[in-house]
């Protein structure tokens, strides 16, 4: 490049990371040629708030609209081409294709730096009808079916149960249809384990959703959904909600590296093969920080700050290599379900060891009114309590409690050290030791050797080989549903009826675990061999539940 010539860059895709690259590289670099390709017909809008569009939770289109091409341009001299389809890069002679898509005349554009934000497309399989399914990623989609809405059909299926299929169902739900929520795996929201997942399809169904899990679609027709099981689900509308693959196909055709899971290679700081070509978004492969793999990561905080870092290498500044953590949350009717890292269930894939603690804590003080439980569940690793996941489901304080456990894992913070953090506390907010200290005593317990928690799942295996099973909840607990085959001995009886506890060993439960620790520190004080159901008859009921839906939907359908 002349360095009397002002550095020209090209970016494809005007959301998220890529305008994040935009704005940030006019900052640093007020002299720079900036030019945004779009296909779409709109750059800088909230893709995230399109599924509350199509409720009704947002009014307006503009509302969508974070900044115009005019705008961008009077306030950052951006030049955003909306309409227009990056088509080819010619990677020898730097430069870019691109067509405009109503008049499909082709022209080329010169680049000294390119960015890649192409975004993620659509999982489109070959189901007969599927052209009938309505996808949601642009403005224009988001319109189109809120157009189809408001001309009030009486039943829709939502074809996948993750976080947007879920949003997609809570909101024509709130529109007055009638939703079926289909899903090919055993559970919705499959980042999620089980038990917690089982919450959320509990809330769906509590909303009059259906839930059909462990079952694919067979074909769609005008009017209807044909299950792989042969039954019909009326369906006026329909809405694919599979999940995304990367949009690669500009790198692929230009001979770009392309990683094991099909998105974009880039390197720490998100340059691709050419030293010339960035790519960013959910287009790419990200470092996982658990696995220190790559992987696919389509969240649209990690797309910006994937954005920003590429305007600073552009810039010339130095750039941190970080890794993602995956954090994610969902809002389905009156709950909120949050991850962060790896589940149990791909943990046990990959034979990685991790111990897990799990507790039902309120969200702030009991005695301040309002207090509402949550689920909560920690992952870590038994040497050295590196934390490995977690997962919040609950009704209140969820989205805060995930952001700590993430902002501690970016930090390196081991599980038990959560009892070491000084989170902010009145009766409102929290409760003196906030459910995030409790999950680090809680691992500090298991992992200093002062108690051992036995899996939800673990029961029966327990029961079968010889252990006795005692609930320390009171009679009327006990009464009103408990593990079958156990003997009610309440905490507070339990030094005057050892008789009825045993010799052991002994399995104890309570409500979530903490009258259950007590007990069994108690009992092992005594000398009796005791351990604590992790999660008490809470965690118990929903794992169970969960296995067992899991079950019948692995069985195969009745003729």
Known sequence: MSADRALRVVIVGGVAGGMSTAARLRRLDADAEITIIERSGHVSFANCGLPYYVGGVIDEEDDLKLLTPTQLFDRFRLDARVGTEAVAIDRSRRKLIVRDVDTGVESTMDYDKLVLSMGAAPVRPPIPGYERARSLRTVEDAASLATEVQGRPAAAVVIGAGFIGLEMAENLASQGLDVTVVEAAPQVLTPLDPEMAILVEDELTRHGVR?????????????????????????????????????ARLASDAGLEIGPHGGIAVDGVNLTSDPDIYAVGDAVEKPDAVSGTKSLIALANVANRQGRRVAD?????NVRHVSSFGTAIVKVFDLVAATVGWNESRLQAAGRPFRVVRSHPFDHATYYPGAKRMSMKLIFDPTDATILGAQVVGRQGVDKRIDVIATAMS?????????????????????????????????????????????????????????????VRTPAEHAAGAIEGSTNVPLDEIRERLEAVGDGPVLIYCEVGQRGHTAAALLRALGISAQNLDGGYRSWSAATRAAARSRAGAQPAAG
């Open 313 to 317: 290498h552009i810039a010339g500044r």
């Open 211 to 247: 839930v059909e899990t462990a079952t694919a679609v067979e074909s769609i027709e005008e009017s209807t959904v044909t299950l792989s099981d042969g039954r019909g689900v009326p369906a006026d509308l329909v809405v694919g909600a599979i999940g995304v693959r990367p949009d």
């Open 411 to 471: 930090g390196g913070i081991p599980a038990d050290q959560l009892a070491d953090l000084e989170l902010a506390y009145a009766p409102p907010f929290s409760s003196a030791k906030d459910p995030v200290n409790m999950l680090g005593y809680m691992a500090e317990n298991v992992l200093g050797g002062d108690c051992d928690v036995v899996d939800p799942l673990d029961v029966d295996d327990r029961v079968a080989s010889g252990w006795r099973l005692v609930d």
